[in-house]
Nanobody, 122 residues
Framework: QVRLVESGGGLVQAGGSLRLSCTTS????????MSWFRQAPGKEREFVAA????????YYADSVKGRFTISRDNAKNTMYLQMNSLKPEDTAVYYC???????????????WGQGTQVTVSS
């Protein structure tokens, strides 16, 4: 069983930055691919970024490419999402997820955190 806990969300003005963290329990963090998804009110949960178990491969949604950076520290069982140049349309609940393969597809991830709210004001 893998337990995921997100933190770092909050309220920020457009153009600002936030760093989200996802801390996991268990000893097998470095065997899982990890990702971030987000869900805005009234919309489906969408892919944001993913990182392979080693950190050697990363993938981004076109909407965040060049502004967001995903990373992980396997020694700390923690994944990060550095979000810069935030826009009001980035407002959503952000979820971290863990799975066996690095994927942009929601159903490939079997473990999910509870989410952290990010609100970007204009």
């Amino acid at each position: 069983q893998v337990r995921l806990v997100e933190s770092g969300g909050g309220l920020v003005q457009a153009g600002g930055s936030l760093r989200l963290s996802c801390t996991t329990s268990g000893r097998t963090f470095n065997t899982y691919a990890m990702s971030w998804f987000r869900q805005a009110p009234g919309k489906e949960r969408e892919f944001v970024a993913a990182i392979s178990w080693s950190g050697g491969s990363t993938y981004y949604a076109d909407s965040v490419k060049g502004r967001f950076t995903i990373s992980r520290d396997n020694a700390k069982n923690t994944m990060y999402l550095q979000m810069n140049s935030l826009k009001p349309e980035d407002t959503a609940v952000y979820y971290c997820a863990a799975g066996a393969v690095t994927s942009t597809v929601r159903n490939e991830y079997g473990y999910w955190g509870q989410g952290t709210q990010v609100t970007v004001s204009s």
